[in-house]
């Protein structure tokens, strides 16, 4: 096997992208994997929390605390747009309603009417100056072969794959208090927990609003 192939492969696993989508991830392992709600719409709170980070960075010259805050928001009003009419119903309605509202916000953004707020295809510049400007590391490039990155590199790299270690902490330690129990009841039998006396209906929109926010973030 080429050397070169590993060390680029290995690149990419550090890589900001390759963070963005594990954390992405553990919002759907929430969805999904805990909860059993069908969400294929992820990449649509990516892009509402990376809209409204940039947005407000940009246009607006928020600092980057106030900017990610708008991120949040936007990704929880969004989960409650999507989840307030479905998670009520049985079947698939969810994953239908997730799928298009992707969709739809994949094409507004794009479309020209909208292009002077959200920049169309090209997207905004810019966004990450601030973020940059709280690099802590000193200017050059560190590292060794292909995993030599300029500070802001490492900068990104480093807060990327922090913000998944954080998230698959917290998600672990949730997941075994008794709120994650009854999420993991609710994915079995959410009948034998309404039984209960628990209102599944809340508890969908709470893990529906957690793995959302965690997309959002991802967009960021």
């Excluded at 594990?22 to 809209?51: E, K, S």
């Excluded at 009003?77 to 997730?98: K, W």
Aim: proline share 3%; aromatic share 12%; glycine share 12%.
């Amino acid at each position: 096997m080429n050397s070169n192939f590993i060390f680029l492969a290995l690149g990419e696993i550090f890589s900001p992208t390759t963070a963005a989508y594990a954390l992405a991830t553990v919002g759907l392992v929430i969805h999904f994997g805990f909860t059993g709600l069908l969400n294929f719409g992820q990449a649509g709170f990516m892009a509402i929390g990376g809209y409204a980070f940039a947005i407000t960075a940009v246009m607006y010259d928020w600092p980057v605390w106030a900017s990610l805050l708008a991120a949040i928001v936007a990704s929880t009003v969004f989960a409650l747009i999507l989840g307030i009419p479905t998670l009520r119903l049985r079947a698939d309605y969810l994953s239908i309603v997730t799928i298009a509202a992707a969709e739809i916000i994949r094409l507004s953004v794009k479309t020209p009417e909208f292009s002077a707020v959200t920049g169309g295809s090209e997207g905004i510049n810019g966004a990450a100056a601030g973020f940059n400007d709280l690099n802590p590391l000193p200017e050059g490039r560190f590292g060794f072969g292909v995993l030599t990155y300029s500070a802001d590199q490492w900068w990104i790299r480093i807060v990327g794959w922090g913000l998944v270690g954080i998230a698959c902490l917290l998600v672990f330690l949730l997941m075994r208090s008794p709120w994650g129990r009854v999420l993991k009841g609710v994915r079995e039998d959410e009948d034998a927990v309404r039984a209960l006396g628990k209102n599944v209906y809340s508890y969908k929109m709470q893990a529906l609003v957690l793995g959302g926010v965690f997309g959002g973030l991802a967009g960021v």
